[in-house]
């Protein structure tokens, strides 16, 4: 401070700092260190006494750098993100905030930073107030990850009675988080290893999900899982005489083979995908597989070689459900074949067995192994009846005998209200079969028998006359024979009289004997 006086010269400067009355003598300098704004007021007073007017002076202290934040994540961003800085300064305010992006030249804030590409950002920035304050840069940290992993997996389309699947996925900015899948729209599970046991058709939905929790759109792998199940299984039916054969080689240790008209098998179960596995070699003739009681083909089980677990037949296209393969003997074989036994080792399957049907052979009441007594047969020819006809009769002495060779058998019929009842002798032991019915029913068992031991049997069917009250005839009739096994030759029919018989004539002195 100064100041000037043309008579008796200035004598002193008085000030105050605190907005009182001057009183403090000036001398080199005022000292000010509050920061903040300060009044000086001050006055001259000359050598004489005289004081001038009282003057004053704002003085204005910063010297505390302005402080800036950011309102950055630490997690990641899925988008292009905008970050927002401030600053504050409570003396001489904020003249602005400067910043750099990842290095770049040193910009001016204004309403926000664009973030807009994948990866790691690191924004310095420092505010700078009025006064000339310079922060000391800060640092955000921006993380953008916009991209979904990726996944894949070992899948292949089959498997042997266990899958076992590897998820695999990647994420080069963020990094992978977790593997997910799920079974047939099953939940969501969290895991990179996928286990199924069990034959059958799974539908595998997978996916990746990264740190940033991008969610990758799922991905599906369709697998069959196929059962190997032997044929020792209690669920296969089995016609005719089979045979077990033992081998290292052999699926299981062991196979069975037949051959012989009724020989064969069925096989029921629930699946799309089939193979029969079998035995081929220079001694193997042909089988007929019907599949589904439908369609029909023929299976050559020759080759030049014996070959081990050959699928020697298969479809791996059915419809989702219940299936039945029936196998049958064909008696045929390549020309270079040396005979026509067929085999069964095993079956493929993606879907659990059912129990077959019992494997019969149906032998039309044409077959010229049945024989029938020579009077009263007649043919009814009918479109509903097995084969389009079947053979009816009545009368004393009137019957047919069916003979066979297997485990059991199946009488099949019409029966109706004016169908009597017959008698039925198998090996010697009699029963009887009713041919009755309130309406007209086609292709009816009317008499059966399982449980026999496997050999040959006779069936011999007898008219009796008798009837069902209800019924207005004692006809019986004959469509059709099923066997588990095969009919053989019966002889020519036989029929017994009593010598009681009126017809007989008698010469001389008779005389009866009675015994059981």
């Known amino acids: 401070m ?11 400067i008085l000030y105050s700092t605190d907005g009182g009355t001057p ?15 300060t009044t000086i007021k001050y006055k001259a007073v000359d050598s004489v006494g005289n004081a001038s007017a009282v003057m004053s002076t704002t003085v204005r202290l910063d010297d ?42 040193e910009a001016t804030y204004g309403t926000g930073i664009t973030v807009g590409t994948e990866g790691t950002h690191t924004i310095t920035y420092r505010g700078v107030d009025v006064a000339g304050n310079v922060e000391s840069p800060k640092v955000a940290t921006v993380r ?62 997978y996916r990746a999900v990264d740190t940033a929790g991008n969610t990758e759109s799922y991905k599906t792998a369709t697998l069959d899982v196929r059962s190997r199940v032997q044929q020792t299984d209690s669920k296969i039916s089995w016609g005719g005489s089979w045979s077990t054969a033992s081998y290292s080689g052999y699926s299981g240790g062991d196979l069975k083979t037949a051959r012989g008209v ?23 003739g042909k089988a007929k597989v019907i599949l589904d009681g439908t369609t029909s083909q023929t299976v050559d089980f020759y080759s030049t070689n014996w070959t081990n677990q050959v ?3 298969g479809n791996h296209a059915l419809s989702a459900g219940n299936h039945t393969i029936r196998v049958e003997w064909t008696g045929s074989k390549n020309a270079s074949a040396t005979g026509d036994t067929i085999n069964l080792d095993a079956i493929d399957v993606n879907g659990p067995l059912a129990q077959a049907p019992e494997h019969l052979t149906r032998f039309e009441e044409t077959d010229s192994m049945i024989t029938f007594s020579s009077t009263a047969w007649s043919t ?16 004393t002495g009137t019957g047919y005998q069916v003979n066979f060779t297997g485990t059991g058998i199946d009488l099949i019929a019409l029966k109706g209200p004016d169908y009597g009842i017959a008698r039925v002798i198998i090996d010697g032991t009699t029963e009887t079969a009713d041919f009755y019915a309130s309406g007209f029913l086609n292709k009816q068992v009317v008499w059966g028998k399982r449980g026999l031991t496997y050999g040959p049997h006779t069936v011999r ?51 009866t004997a009675s015994y059981s």
């Open 2 to 12: 100064s100041a000037d006086d043309t008579g008796s010269q200035v004598a002193q």
């Open 23 to 37: 009183g403090t003598p000036y001398g080199s300098g005022i000292p000010i260190a509050t920061e903040g704004t």
């Open 64 to 105: 505390t750098a302005p402080s800036s934040s950011d309102d950055a994540t630490t997690t990641w961003a899925t988008t292009s993100t905008v970050v927002h800085l401030s600053s504050g300064d409570t003396l001489s305010g904020i003249a602005g905030i400067r910043y750099t992006l990842d290095g770049s030249e």
């Open 144 to 205: 953008v990850d916009m991209t979904a992993p990726s996944s894949s997996t070992n899948a292949t389309a089959t498997y042997n009675n266990t899958a076992t699947i590897n998820i695999s996925a990647t994420d080069t900015v963020s990094g992978l988080a977790r593997r997910e899948y799920r079974l047939n729209g099953s939940q969501w599970t969290s895991g990179s290893v996928v286990s199924v046991s069990g034959a059958g058709t799974y539908v595998l939905d």
């Open 262 to 284: 009724g020989a064969g098998y069925t096989i029921t179960f629930n699946g799309t995908y089939i193979d029969l596995i079998a035995l081929t070699g220079p001694g193997y």
């Open 311 to 313: 699928p020697v037949w």
């Open 380 to 395: 009814a020819p009918g479109t509903n009846y097995s084969g389009g006809s079947l053979k009816k009769a009545k009368g």
């Open 461 to 511: 069917v007898e008219w009796t006359g008798s009837q069902n009250a209800s019924s207005t005839n004692s006809q019986i009739d004959l469509d059709a024979v099923d066997v588990n096994g095969a009919v053989t030759q019966a002889p020519i029919w036989p029929f017994r009289i009593e010598q009681t018989d009126s017809k007989i004539s008698w010469g001389g002195s008779w005389s």
